[in-house]
Each structure stands twice: as structure tokens, then as C-alpha cells.
């Protein structure tokens, strides 16, 4: 009766290690996914940043290419 008893509570411990272990993984797993996109994220808003800036300056410089045209003209 004693080792059925004993083979029981092995088994149980057992049961509860393995989902620990399965917990433990998935939270490990959402973690690693977690920073991944977080920083797929972060790249993207960089990009699109650049982006925004590389045509905001672009823009700025075709407003001061066409008001200097303008003042050379005048001057002429």
C-alpha cells in the first residue's frame, strides 16, 4: 500500500514539475516574442521617421532653391 501510495505522489510531482516547466516556457516564449516586436516596432518608427525627415528636408530645400530663385531674379 505504502509504494502505491508513493508511486501516486511521484506521479502527481511529477505532473506539477511538467507544468511548471510547460509555464515556464510559455512565459519565456511570450517574453522572446514580446521584445522582438517591441523592437520590430522601435525599427519601424525609425524608418518611417527617416522617411518623414528625408521629405520634410527635401521639401525645405525645394521652398529655399525656389525663394532664391526668386531673389536672383529681382536682383536682375
Known sequence: MTVVIEKEIAI??????AEEDVEESAKESAKEDAEENAKEDVEE?????????AKEDAEENVKEDAEEDVVEEKSV
Open 12 to 17: 502527481e510531482s511529477a505532473k506539477e514539475d
Open 45 to 53: 518608427n525609425a524608418k518611417e521617421d527617416a522617411e518623414e525627415n
